[in-house]
C-alpha cells in the first residue's frame, strides 16, 4: 500500500513560480514510478508530467514542456514539480500518482493523492 500527500499549492501571479511536492509512504514507494496529472474545472484529469522510479527518465506534456520540471528524492521518498512562468490556464487541481511504469492515463496509475489547488491569476 501506498500513501500519497501532495502540498504546496497556492496562488501565484502569472509569470511566477511554484513547487509542488508529493511525499509518499509504504515500503514500495521507490520502487513506483510517479506522475503529476491536473484537473481545471469543469475538465477531464490530464497527464502534465511523470519520472521514472529511477528518476532516470522523465516525459512531459506538450503544454508544461520547458516550464515544469519534475524530480524525486528517494532519500526523503518525495517527488517534486517545479512550476516556472505559470500561465493562468495553468489553474487546477494537482494529483501525484504512482504506478508501475511512466504513463500518460489515468488507469495506468494505482495510487493517487488528494490534490492541491494551485490557482494562477492574469
Known amino acids: 500500500q501506498v500513501q500519497l500527500v501532495e502540498s504546496g499549492g497556492g496562488l501565484v501571479q502569472a509569470g511566477g513560480s511554484l513547487r509542488l511536492s508529493c511525499a509518499g509512504s509504504?515500503?514500495?514507494?521507490?520502487?513506483?514510478?510517479m506522475g503529476w496529472f491536473r484537473q481545471a474545472p469543469g475538465k477531464e484529469r490530464e497527464f502534465a508530467v511523470a519520472?521514472?522510479?529511477?528518476?532516470?527518465?522523465?516525459y512531459y506534456a506538450d503544454s508544461v514542456k520547458g516550464r515544469f520540471t519534475i524530480s524525486r528524492d528517494h532519500a526523503k521518498n518525495t517527488v517534486y514539480l517545479q512550476m516556472n512562468s505559470l500561465k493562468p490556464e495553468d489553474t487546477a487541481v494537482y494529483y501525484c500518482?504512482?504506478?508501475?511504469?511512466?504513463?500518460?492515463?489515468?488507469?495506468?496509475?494505482?495510487?493517487w493523492g488528494q490534490g492541491t489547488q494551485v490557482t494562477v491569476s492574469s
Open positions: 509504504g515500503r514500495t514507494f521507490s520502487s513506483y514510478a
Open positions: 519520472i521514472s522510479w529511477t528518476g532516470g527518465s522523465t
Open positions: 500518482a504512482a504506478g508501475r511504469e511512466i504513463c500518460t492515463r489515468t488507469p495506468g496509475y494505482n495510487y
